[in-house]
């Protein structure tokens, strides 16, 4: 299996911006999670969803930030407009809810906004 | 609410000694840790995870030990390898659950 892939690996943009930001999931997993990782902050949950619904989005950090997982093999998450305290890596990881805890990440996404 | 505390940021040690990374947590409903080890330009990948209904597990080079008592839950590393130099988190959740809650990281150095 690929494991999950994100993509882009680096964004670039200016604030204010749209930025989306693509995952998919490992084939057969049923959970996918958004983190964003700071060096203030360490690894936060932004959101996620089992079976393609969302489930907790209680970590997104305000209404600039949505996630939607149309189908079980994509997922993205939007910001916009985008601002300077954004950038961050963010990771994309998925589990199969109910055959443990273990969840995969993918290689993460490192945005940079100026 | 920081539910789950890695204490110590960095680590240093020698190559072949033993590494012995520290997590506490305050939330008495976990039941389940993890330990994910991080390079950098790379996602965490999973280590080693432990039930609370054991107190140790092991793999290997790597065991977890559990305290529940104390709350508190440590990796240890034996003997330790140059490619290890890492950063390591730790995470718990309820084993009824499907997230998880991640300490803030430590970052092990191992020096050949």
């Known amino acids: 299996d690929a494991g999950v892939i994100q993509s882009p690996r680096h964004e670039v943009t200016e604030m204010g911006q749209e930025v989306t930001l693509r995952c998919k999931p490992i084939?057969?997993?049923?959970?996918l999670f958004w983190y964003r990782q700071t060096m203030m902050r360490g690894l936060e949950l932004l959101i996620y969803f089992n079976n393609n619904v969302p489930i907790d989005d209680s970590g997104m950090p305000e209404d600039r930030f949505s996630a939607k997982m149309p189908n079980a093999s994509f997922s993205t998450l939007k910001i916009q407009p985008s601002e300077p305290r954004d950038s961050a890596v963010y990771f994309c990881?998925?589990?199969?809810?109910?055959?443990?805890?273990?969840?995969?990440f993918g290689a993460g996404t490192r945005l940079s906004v100026l | 609410d920081q539910q789950v505390k890695q204490n110590s940021p960095s680590l240093s040690v020698q190559e072949g000694r033993i590494s012995i990374l520290n997590c506490d947590y305050t939330n008495s409903m976990f039941d389940y840790f993890l330990w994910y080890k991080k390079y950098p330009a790379e996602g965490p990948t999973f280590l080693i995870s432990?039930?609370?209904?054991?107190d140790k597990n092991e793999d290997g080079r790597f065991t977890v030990f559990l305290n529940k008592s104390a709350k508190h839950l440590s990796l240890h590393i034996v003997p330790s390898q140059p490619g290890d130099s890492a950063v390591y988190f730790c995470?718990?959740?309820?084993?009824?659950?499907?997230?998880?809650?991640f300490g803030e990281g430590t970052q092990l150095t191992v020096n050949p």
């Open positions: 995470a718990a959740d309820k084993t009824s659950g499907s997230r998880l809650t």
């Open positions: 084939s057969g997993h049923n959970s």
């Open positions: 432990i039930s609370s209904i054991k």
């Open positions: 990881a998925s589990s199969h809810h109910g055959l443990g805890n273990i969840q995969y």
